[in-house]
């Protein structure tokens, strides 16, 4: 399969606990993003990386989650003191153009 | 502020009916328009997609029509199948002019074909 893929796909955890999200683009993009989505919703932008470095965030990106993208490979996203309001479907995206975007199957946080 | 407004919320369409999703959006600097599929537990996969400078594009049966003075566009899919239920989004795109293509999507559309 050499499509985008996202680890693990179903995250439980406790208010105040970190997690770590990691997601492995298709291997000849140099683009990813990460997107949140909450139920109902259309998924919102969090985050863009070009190679390794991170060009732009979203305002939706709090002091409390980070992402990285060493040697321009894999992407970790790491929430830091989780909340209710954290538990969403955060979806990776990769492209190796401007646009068409091709998604992950997204990993689904619950934090109770 | 809500940049791509979608419409309906939900629809259901007999099998091999045509069912019509409609988006409007505010910002004149979009230049593409995807539409993205999404069944329960997966990520959004790629359906068709348009610029601009073309008001109609098909694939398959799949159509986009897009009205640029009114800043709407519609998917189109015919014949549709009870293998076409799922959520269907709106998006659009532009250079952010921070480095990024960033989809703006809308609300999402929840399709159920019934035989």
């Known amino acids: 399969d050499t499509g985008v893929s996202q680890d693990p796909r179903h995250k439980i955890t406790k208010r105040g606990q970190n997690v770590t999200f990691r997601c492995d683009p298709i291997s000849e993009h140099n683009r990813l993003y990460w997107y949140r989505q909450t139920l109902g919703q259309g998924p919102e932008f969090l985050t863009y990386?070009?190679?390794?470095?991170?060009?732009?965030k979203s305002r939706l990106l709090s002091d409390r989650f980070s992402a990285e993208r060493p040697k321009g490979s894999f992407s970790t996203l790491e929430i830091q003191r989780t909340e209710q309001g954290d538990s969403a479907m955060y979806l990776c995206a990769s492209t190796s153009r401007e646009n068409e975007q091709f998604f992950g199957p997204g990993t689904r946080l619950t934090v109770l | 502020q809500q940049q791509v407004k979608q419409s309906p919320q939900s629809l259901i369409v007999q099998k091999g009916g045509i069912s019509i999703i409609n988006c409007a959006y505010e910002n004149t600097a979009f230049d593409y328009f995807p539409w993205y599929q999404q069944f329960p537990g997966k990520g959004p996969a790629l359906l068709i997609a348009i610029r601009p400078d073309v008001s109609e594009k098909k694939e398959g049966r799949f159509t986009i029509s897009f009205n640029k003075s009114a800043k709407q566009f519609s998917l189109h899919i015919m014949d549709s199948q009870p293998g076409d239920s799922a959520t269907y989004f709106c998006?659009?795109?532009?250079?952010?002019?921070?480095?990024?293509?960033?989809?703006?999507f809308g609300k999402g559309t929840k399709l159920s074909v019934i035989p």
């Open positions: 990386f070009q190679n390794e470095a991170q060009l732009e």
């Open positions: 998006a659009a795109t532009h250079y952010s002019g921070a480095g990024s293509y960033q989809l703006t």
